[in-house]
T-cell receptor, first 117, second 116 residues
Framework: DAMVIQNPRYQVTQFGKPVTLSCSQT?????MYWYQQKSSQAPKLLFH???????NEADTPDNFQSRRPNTSFCFLDIRSPGLGDAAMYLC????????????????FGAGSRLTVL | AQKVTQAQTEISVVEKEDVTLDCVYE???????LFWYKQPPSGELVFLIR??????QNEISGRYSWNFQKSTSSFNFTITASQVVDSAVYFCALSGGGTGRRALTFGSGTRLQVQP
């Protein structure tokens, strides 16, 4: 089945130790998103890629970076994780023709749960 | 600014009961989209429905139905004859209709527990 796969499902890191989360998709969707979901809170968009174009949300901390080496893969890098970065990180994809708009339906992965010690 | 309010933090029902999840939204956009997503214990958000602001027709899909009322800025979700598999967190979300308005504004979610 075509899907969005995130690895690892669970990641434990130490305060300040860089971590990379990965997302792959077999849907051939051209837009990939990263959302952060803290415990019992709503998901919050960090950034998205439209093809190779990176779009950062204004309030996303510089500590969060992303890479998209090809259509299928997208990575989330957290350069120096703090305790406040402990969360579920959700990758999502969307097939967009034209411009990204609010109408787009997203397909989500199962998430990567990050614990910071 | 956009805002989505899901006042019910957690609801517990017994199997076969009907349950309604409330969603109230705020937006200044005249064109906007409303969504419901389901997040089961496995974690992935699953798309359930999308409505645009110009389509106020209620929709029914099997045991699921949605009531969209612009007059009260509400987009409520009803599950008829609930089942244990319906247990999940349900998110209502809103996005603007303009191009480039890519971020979904999610509500805080309602956790539904269906007891056997």
């Amino acid at each position: 089945d075509a899907m969005v796969i995130q690895n690892p499902r669970y990641q434990v890191t130490q305060f300040g130790k860089p971590v990379t989360l990965s997302c792959s998709q077999t849907l051939n969707h051209n837009v990939m998103y990263w959302y952060q979901q803290k415990s019992s809170q709503a998901p919050k968009l960090l950034f998205h890629y439209y093809d190779k174009d990176f779009n950062n949300e204004a309030d996303t901390p510089d500590n969060f970076q992303s890479r998209r080496p090809n259509t299928s893969f997208c990575f989330l890098d957290i350069r120096s994780p703090g305790l406040g970065d402990a969360a579920m990180y959700l990758c999502a994809t969307s097939r967009v023709t034209g411009v990204v708009s609010g109408a787009n339906v997203l397909t989500f992965g199962a998430g990567s749960r990050l614990t910071v010690l | 600014a956009q805002k989505v309010t899901q006042a019910q933090t957690e609801i517990s029902v017994v199997e076969k009961e009907d349950v309604t999840l409330d969603c109230v939204y705020e937006t200044r956009d005249t064109t906007y989209y409303l969504f419901w997503y389901k997040q089961p214990p496995s974690g992935e958000l699953v798309f359930l429905i999308r409505r645009n602001s110009f389509d106020e027709q209620n929709e029914i899909s099997g045991r699921y139905s949605w009531n969209f009322q612009k007059s009260t800025s509400s987009f409520n979700f009803t599950i008829t004859a609930s089942q244990v598999v319906d247990s999940a967190v349900y998110f209502c979300a809103l996005s603007g209709g303009g191009t480039g308005r890519r971020a979904l504004t999610f509500g805080s979610g309602t956790r539904l527990q269906v007891q056997p």
